[in-house]
């Protein structure tokens, strides 16, 4: 475990957070996700990649509770008392209180950065397989120029379940954190991937989840306490 300063790197993390994800939207889902780049992935006899008609009998997947509208996550983690707090408070409550941060952002980025003590588990990972749809999809993401999209992680749960006990307090935390703060301008809050973990958490029995408003963006920026990983 090295040290780092958390004041140097907030930059540099804004800076690849940015370049991961050049619309902070994305964070909504995963960065660079087949629907992200326009891809819509339902079930066509032909896709079409700018102009360019590709064949194929591909059959997408039935659609996971990952994918359920935001609508209907949020209105689920409202129900089940799923709190929102911040980088410092987070911090106390993992100090003082025993609570688990789980870190779901890749492992690359866990490696580079992260809060002392977080377990980390993907809730997104790099495209693995080489199914007819996953070439469907491999080829949506080249075409924009993409060449590491994303899927779900379907061992997501089970890796958390080996790791976390079902009664733990746990904070969810990725990059950018999401919110279901109502505002002007998005009147049932933001998306994020720690939201969309906090949902696949309390659908499958755990019942003491928080989430990292602001997400690590805004742990870094405080120049709270990190380590990375050699």
């Keep these: 475990m090295a040290a780092l300063s958390s004041s140097s790197l907030y930059h540099k993390f804004h800076s690849s957070t940015r370049a991961y994800c050049s619309n902070s939207n994305y964070e909504s889902s995963s960065c660079f996700t087949a629907k992200a780049v326009g891809y819509s992935g339902r079930r ?66 866990f490696k580079e950065a992260h809060p002392p003590g977080a377990i980390n588990v993907q809730i997104y990972r790099l495209i693995k397989e080489w199914t007819a749809w996953d070439i469907i999809r491999r080829a949506a993401f080249a075409f924009f120029g993409i060449f590491s999209g994303t899927e779900e992680n379907p061992e997501f749960i089970q890796s958390v379940e080996s790791k976390i006990d079902k009664s733990a307090k746990i904070i969810v935390a990725c990059s950018a954190g999401g919110t279901m703060r109502p505002s002007q301008n998005r009147p049932e809050g933001q998306q994020s991937r720690s939201l969309i973990a906090a949902y696949l958490l309390v659908l499958n029995g755990y019942t003491n989840v928080y989430h990292l408003e602001g997400g690590l963006h805004n742990w870094f920026k405080e120049d709270l306490p990190s380590e990375s990983e050699e």
């Design 44 to 109: 066509n006899d032909s896709s079409i990649f700018g102009g360019l008609r590709i064949q194929n009998g591909a059959t997408k997947p039935a659609k996971s509770p990952a994918e359920e509208e935001w609508k209907i996550k949020r209105q689920l983690l409202l129900e089940k008392r799923v709190r929102s707090v911040e980088a410092k408070e987070a911090l106390r409550l993992q100090k003082e209180n025993n609570f688990v941060i789980l870190d779901v952002r890749p492992e690359a980025e």
